[in-house]
């Protein structure tokens, strides 16, 4: 008899541990850096590599945006209107309605996501820099000479080459543009 009691003991036993273990692995305390306490990249946000393959991708949209069909359909409008005796659409509305404004949704983008542990001054100056040039765009945007969308941009015989140098030094090679020389 006492036998019985005590394999039905070790078989209790047995359950409460399997049962309080499931519970700790269900809520993440397992210890195997899946919980956010033990996990030491916990709330760091994501890695460069994973940062920039994100961003090097809005711009490379935002890229093939401006260059493929806004352009074409900016194109089609000025040809239109001169075939039609009429004043074609000054390019400063498409560099102010389209390209910056454009860049401007691209910095939302990026200011939405949360930039990797200890880049964060790095990312914030890429966005300020990226803010700034898309501030003179719109205020000039009749200056424009040359853009190479997303961050390189210039305006008059004046280069606005403070983003695309950051951008590129981050390792944002689709939103910088040309290589530096």
């Given at each position: 008899?006492?036998?019985?009691?005590?394999?039905?003991?070790?078989?209790?036993?047995?359950?409460?541990?399997?049962?309080?273990?499931?519970?700790?692995?269900?809520?993440?305390?397992?210890?195997?850096?899946?919980?956010?306490?033990?996990?030491?990249?916990?709330?760091?946000?994501?890695?460069?590599?994973?940062?920039?393959?994100?961003?090097?991708?809005?711009?490379?949209?935002?890229?093939?945006?401006?260059?493929?069909?806004?352009?074409?359909?900016?194109?089609?409008?000025?040809?239109?209107?001169?075939?039609?005796?009429?004043?074609?659409?000054?390019?400063?509305?498409?560099?102010?309605?389209?390209?910056?404004?454009?860049?401007?949704?691209?910095?939302?983008?990026?200011?939405?996501?949360?930039?990797?542990?200890?880049?964060?001054?790095?990312?914030?100056?890429?966005?300020?820099?990226?803010?700034?040039?898309v501030r003179q765009i719109e205020a000039n945007p009749s200056?424009?000479?040359?853009?190479?969308?997303?961050?390189?941009?210039?305006?008059?015989?004046?280069?606005?080459?403070?983003?695309?140098?950051?951008?590129?030094?981050?390792?944002?090679?689709?939103?910088?543009?040309?290589?530096?020389?």
């Amino acid at each position: 008899m006492l036998r019985e009691d005590v394999s039905v003991a070790r078989g209790s036993v047995t359950w409460l541990i399997a049962a309080v273990l499931s519970i700790f692995v269900a809520a993440g305390c397992g210890g195997d850096g899946g919980g956010e306490s033990d996990s030491p990249t916990a709330n760091q946000g994501p890695s460069k590599r994973e940062f920039v393959s994100r961003v090097n991708g809005y711009c490379a949209e935002l890229r093939q945006q401006l260059l493929g069909p806004k352009l074409k359909a900016y194109k089609q409008a000025q040809q239109q209107a001169l075939e039609q005796g009429n004043e074609p659409p000054p390019a400063a509305s498409f560099f102010r309605g389209t390209v910056a404004a454009g860049m401007r949704r691209l910095l939302e983008q990026i200011r939405s996501l949360t930039p990797p542990a200890g880049d964060e001054n790095q990312v914030n100056a890429i966005l300020d820099a990226g803010d700034s040039t898309v501030r003179q765009i719109e205020a000039n945007p009749s200056g424009v000479q040359r853009v190479n969308p997303p961050l390189e941009v210039e305006l008059e015989s004046r280069t606005l080459d403070r983003a695309r140098v950051l951008a590129l030094d981050y390792g944002l090679d689709r939103c910088g543009g040309s290589k530096r020389p």
